[in-house]
Every structure is written in C-alpha cells, then in structure tokens.
C-alpha cells in the first residue's frame, strides 16, 4: 500500500504556471508507474501525464507541449509543470501510483484557470 498527498494547487489566470507536487509513503516508489489525473466537474477523469519506473513519459493530447511530469525516486515525489494554462485546465488533479495492475490515489488538488 501506497499513501500519496498533492499540493501545488490553486488560483491562476490564463498564460500562468502551476506546479504540483506529490509525496509517496510506505512503498518503494521507484518500480511505480506515476501519473497525474484531473476530472472537471460533470466530466471523466484522464490521463494527464505519466511517467514510468524507466523514466519514460506520456501525455494527454490536450498538455502535449505545456505539460512536463518528473519524478524523483530519493525523495519519492513526482511533479507537473504547468505552464501556459487555459480555462479548460481547470479540474480536480489527483497523483496516481500504480503496480502490477494495482491503483493507488491521492485526494487531489484543486486547480482553477481563469481570469
């Protein structure tokens, strides 16, 4: 079992920058796969960006270029730099571990774009 706790959220306006950060405890966090997922309200949660045991990444089409997610596996943290961010960012952001199929979450960070 895997305890993740976000922080880094907040209030930004359009063409800012955010980073979030999050904690893993009780594992050994580097054969996780890492990610970060956002759900908006009345829509389904996605993949924002993840990031492998290999260092690897992957991003949703729609942060491709203005996303970037690392991961430190000392310290056990991995992190999103948002930058240039629009109003449909804005969304619940929750860190996810996962291992041999098996999902852990956080209990997410709120992120509100807007002017």
């Known amino acids: 079992q895997v305890q993740l706790l976000e922080s880094g959220g907040g209030l930004v306006q359009p063409g800012g920058s955010l980073s979030l950060s999050c904690v893993a405890s009780?594992?050994?966090?580097?054969?996780?796969?890492m990610a970060w997922y956002r759900q908006a309200p009345g829509k389904q949660r996605e993949l924002v960006a993840g990031?492998?045991?290999?260092?690897?990444?992957k991003y949703g089409d729609s942060v491709k270029g203005r996303f970037t997610i690392s991961r430190n596996n000392i310290k056990k943290t991995v992190s999103l730099q948002m930058n240039n961010l629009k109003p449909e960012d804005t969304a619940t952001y929750y860190c996810?571990?996962?291992?041999?199929?098996?999902?852990?979450w956080g209990q997410g960070t709120q992120v509100t774009v807007s002017s």
């Open positions: 996810n571990a996962r291992y041999v199929g098996r999902d852990n």
């Open positions: 009780g594992t050994i966090f580097s054969v996780y796969t």
């Open positions: 990031i492998y045991s290999n260092g690897s990444t």
